[in-house]
């Protein structure tokens, strides 16, 4: 009698490396410089050192060299090159790879890397061939226009770098082989292939053992639900089809 095994969510990062993520391959974070205190009116030049592939990740790294002496690695915009100068700050002219606050860029330039709070050394637009477009400048901060077709307000002191992620088109290239896309996978440190649950046995999934493949009971777990049980749709809010409202319905 098989009394049940840990599931897969429980079992990443333990064992063999088929639960655990090649991270020492990886070479660095894509991280702005820190801000010390508050940011000096002025920019700091530097440049650009190497461009190196980051295993996993599918955009390149640039490796850039300031001269007051620190060194990060950031997501490389289409178009650098090594040797190539660069500014960080706020006066730093709007050219592509300089990386400066949205506050003073013009309106309809293309950015990426952007943070989401100054000094948190960026967040949003950062995979490949990706970019944002700052729409307009408000009192309450930097409208802009994500990838996704959406809006959003960021503070004018969030940090951005001038133009587009390379790497565009990278996705177009489909997978001729299930062993390219699961090199892929493991240099991102995900399981592949990904089973469903309702495909198990009982031993190893809470949805197995079904002959109908169907659950009999509800698939919504709450955010605190111990680890063997949190799986499904996880503190969701709402499940199965949404209503229409009816016109003159409030």
Known sequence: MDLGKKILVQRRGRGPPTF???THRRVAPARYPVLTGVEPLSAVEGVIKE???DPGRGAPLASV????GEAYHMVAPEGVSVGQKISVGT???VAIGNVTPLGRIPEGTLVCSIELSPGDGGKLVRSSGSYATVV???PKGTILKLPSGKSACISDLCRATIGVIAGAGRPDKPFLKAGERYHLMTAKGHKY???RGVAMIAAYHPYGGGRHHQLPYPSTVSRGAPPGRKVGLIAARQSGR???????VQ
Do not use: Q, Y
């Open 20 to 22: 655990r993520a090649a």
């Open 242 to 248: 949404a209503k229409k409202k009816r016109a003159g």
């Open 193 to 195: 292939p990904r089973v």
């Open 136 to 138: 307009a400048h408000t």
């Open 65 to 68: 060299a300031l001269k007051s």
């Open 91 to 93: 006066t730093a002219p």
């Open 51 to 53: 461009i190196i592939h």
